[in-house]
C-alpha cells in the first residue's frame, strides 16, 4: 500500500467516527489490518467490536445505562487511536521511510542510556553512555565537543524527540516545560521545538501535542507565539473531523476562541495558507466541464468575425467601478508583501526558483536547519562571513537581512551560504547594493511600526508558512511526508473555522480577497455558502456572485444572480450591460437586445453599446438594422479594422459582393486573421474568380496552421451562405478536392 493511499484510509476512517458509522469504521480497519498484515491489532479489534456489538444489543433491549454516552464517546476515541496506531506500525516498518530508520536509531540510543523513556536533558544528550559504550568496547574515547557543538547537538536531540515520538508522555511534558524556560532556552531553539511538534502531529495524531503546542503559543515571544499558533492551524484544520471527541483538543479550541486577537490572526494565516499553494488540486467539476455549446454546432460566428474584438475586455470584463474594496484602505507592509508573496508560493515567484537550488548546501543536510529562523548570531553565519573582504560592513549586512521581510529564513540562510562560492567583485556588489537599501527599509519598518503595530505577526506568518512550503515542497525526504500545499487548504470550510470566528465577517473578507485576486471559483463558492445561510444580500454581493460566474463562464447561474440584483438596483447601467452580455452569450439575442437598448438611453455615445446592438441583429440575421448600428460606430472609429469585418460579412450574406470585397480587401491590407482570408475567398467565388478563391483559400489554410480538418471544418459551416450567392453545390466537393491535393499536408 502507497503513503498516499494509507494516507487516505486513515483519513476515510477517522470521517466514519466522526459521523458515527462505527461499525462500518471497524470493517475498514479490519480490512486494513488483513491487507497490511499487522495481526498484533487483531485483538484490540476484535474487543473494540465486541463491546460495540454488546452496546448496540443493550440499547435496542430497553436497557437503561448512564454511562452509555461516556461509553460511546471512549469507544470512538479508541477506534481512532488504533487507526492511528495501525497506519503509524505500518510507515515505521516501511525499509524505504528514512523516518522510520531515524526512529528506529533514536529508539536504540534510548536503551543505550539505560532508560524506558527519556526525563532529562542529560538523557537526550546521550554522551557519557555512549562514550563508556565507545571505551568499553573499542578502547577508543570520543573527543570532546566544543561547547557549540554541544549545544547544537543537544537542540538536535530535543527536536528529534519531539518530532518523532509517536505519543507524548510525562516525560514529553516536562521537556516541554523545561524548554520554555526562557533563561535557559533562546527564542529561536524554542521556535525550533514548536516545528517539531508540529511535524510530529501533522504525521502521528496524539492530543498531548495539541497541549503541548498551546503551551508554546502562550510563550511571551512573538516568534514562538505565532509558530505555535500555525502549527495549531493547521492540525485542527487536518484532525478537524475528530477534534470535538478529544476534551484536551476541543478545550483547546474552545479556550483560543475567546481569545482577543484571534479573529486577526486566523484571518493572516488563512490567507497566507491560500497564497501558499502552488497549485490547487481540487478538480473544479464546472470549470472543466463548461465547454461552449456553440463547438458541438461548428465554428462560433463571433469567433470567424472577431465580433468580440470590437468591444475591449474592460468594457465586457471589468469589476464594477462601484464596488468598494475590502482592502483598498491597507497599505501597510502586509500589502506590499502580497505580491511577493503570491507569485512566490504559486511558483512563479522569482525567490522561490532563484533559491530552490540553494538548499544543497551542508547546511541544509540537518533537518532541523529547514525551520531554523533567521538571526544573525547563527554559528553558520558567522562561519561564512568570518572571510569576508576587509571593510565589508557584515552587521549592516546582517542586519538588513534579519529585518527584510520579503525573504523567508530558509532562503536568507542560502543567501549567505550562497556568498561564500561567489566570485569576491560579485559578492562585495551584492553587499553594497543590499547594504544601499537597508536605509529605506529601516525608515519603513518605523513607519509600519506606527501605523500597522500587528504587521510583525504577519511577517512572521508568512515566512514561516514559506519555510514549510519549501520543507514540502524542496526537502529529499519530502515524499515521506504528506504534502500540505496538496491538500484544498480550504480552513474557511472546517468546523474549527466556524468556532474560531463564529460570524460571517471573516468569511466575507476572504471571499473579498479571492475575488479581488481574481480567483472566482473560491470566491463564489463562498458567496454562495453565505448566501445559503440565509444572510440577505447586498445588490453589491449579488453583483459579485454574477461576475464571478461569468467569469467562470457559467452564465446560465451569472443571469441567476444579476437578475436578483436588479430587483435591489434596477438602474445600475453596469448590471443591465452584464445582463445583456450573459443573454448573447446564450444565444438569446432577443433578451440581450432589450438590455443592450436600455444602456444606450443611459450612455448614447457609448460605441460599444452600439457595436454590441449590432451583433444582436447579426445574431437574429437581421444583417440591414445590423448594418446600421455598424456604420455608426465606424463613423466614429473610421480605421477600426475590427468594425469593418461584421460589416464585410452583412453585405457578404445579402448578396452585396462588391461592397463586401471592398472591405475585405481592406481588411487583408491590415492585419488578416485566417477567417479573413477564407471569408475574402467566399466573396472572390461567388463573384466568379475562382482562381483568387483558391489563392485567398490557400492563405487561410497557412494562416490558420496548416490543419485541413480544422480548414474542412470551418468551410462547411458556410456552405449554407456559398449556396445563397449563387455557388452551384456540385462544385464545393472539386474544389475541396482540388484544395486538399494542392495544399501541403
Known sequence: MTLQALNERYRAINRLVASRRLKKALEDLADLITITREGTFRASLDNLSTTYENMLRYTLEGVEDPEREKIYDHLRRSIVELNTRLRGKVMEEDPLLQTSVLKRDMAVRQQLSGKEFISTLDDLYFRSDLEQLMKKHYGVSTPPLSETRARHETIRNIFNFFWLSDTYNDAASDLAALTLDHARFAWHERALFVTAITLSLLRYFDPQKFVLLHRYWLDNETEVKERSLTGLILAFYIYDDIIPLFPETDGILQGLSEQKGILSDLEAITLQIIRSKETEQISRKLKEEIIPEITKMGPDLREKLKLDDLIPKDFLEDKNPDWSKVFKSSESLYEKMEEFSRMQMEGADVFMSAFAHLKNFPFFEEFMNWFVPFYPDHPVIEEVLGNMEE???????????????????????????????????????????????????????????????????????????????????????????????????????????????????????????????????????????????????????????????????????????????????????????????????????????????????????????????????????????????????????????????????????????????????????????????????????????????????????????????????????????????????????????????????
Open 391 to 745: 571593510g565589508t560592513d557584515k552587521g549592516t549586512l546582517l542586519e538588513g537581512l534579519y529585518r527584510t521581510p520579503f525573504i523567508c529564513n530558509s532562503d536568507k540562510y542560502s543567501f549567505c551560504l550562497n556568498l561564500r562560492i561567489m566570485p569576491s567583485a560579485q559578492r562585495t556588489l551584492l553587499v553594497q547594493l543590499f547594504n544601499a537599501e537597508l536605509e529605506g527599509l529601516r525608515e519603513t519598518d518605523e513607519e509600519e511600526k506606527l501605523l500597522h503595530p500587528g504587521n510583525r505577526s504577519r511577517v512572521i506568518y508568512t515566512q514561516y508558512i514559506q519555510d514549510l512550503y519549501r520543507f514540502f515542497k524542496l526537502h529529499p525526504m519530502r515524499k515521506e511526508f504528506e504534502d500540505l500545499f496538496s491538500m484544498p487548504l480550504d480552513l474557511y470550510h472546517s468546523a474549527f473555522f466556524a468556532r474560531l470566528a463564529p460570524g460571517k465577517e471573516l468569511r466575507e473578507r476572504i471571499a473579498a480577497w479571492f475575488f479581488e485576486h481574481d480567483r472566482y471559483e473560491e470566491a463564489l463558492d463562498l458567496f454562495q455558502k453565505l448566501h445559503s445561510e440565509g444572510v440577505r444580500p447586498s445588490y453589491e454581493l449579488l453583483e459579485k456572485m454574477g461576475y464571478a460566474a461569468q467569469k467562470l463562464k457559467r452564465f446560465e447561474e451569472a443571469l441567476q444572480w444579476y437578475k436578483q440584483a436588479e430587483i435591489l438596483e434596477s438602474d445600475r447601467t453596469w448590471l443591465i450591460k452584464k445582463i445583456a452580455w450573459c443573454y448573447r452569450a446564450l444565444k438569446r439575442p432577443e433578451e440581450a437586445l432589450e438590455y443592450y437598448r436600455k444602456a444606450e438611453k443611459d450612455e448614447p455615445d457609448n460605441m460599444y453599446i452600439q457595436a454590441s446592438i449590432g451583433h444582436c441583429y447579426l445574431d437574429m440575421e437581421q444583417y440591414e438594422e445590423a448594418l446600421k448600428y455598424y456604420f455608426k460606430v465606424a463613423y466614429h472609429q473610421p480605421d477600426n479594422i475590427r468594425i469593418w469585418r461584421p460589416i464585410a460579412w452583412c453585405y457578404f450574406v445579402t448578396g452585396k459582393l462588391e461592397e463586401a470585397g471592398k472591405y475585405y480587401d481592406k481588411i487583408l491590407e491590415k492585419e488578416p486573421l485566417h477567417h479573413d482570408f477564407l471569408n475574402a475567398g467566399h466573396v472572390a467565388w461567388a463573384l466568379g474568380n475562382r482562381r483568387e478563391a483558391i489563392r485567398l483559400y490557400q492563405q487561410a489554410y497557412k494562416k490558420g496552421g496548416g490543419d485541413f480538418r480544422k480548414f474542412l471544418k470551418i468551410f462547411e459551416a458556410d456552405r449554407p451562405w456559398l449556396l445563397r450567392n449563387g455557388i452551384d453545390p456540385q462544385e464545393i466537393p472539386l474544389l475541396l478536392d482540388y484544395l486538399d491535393y494542392t495544399l501541403p499536408q
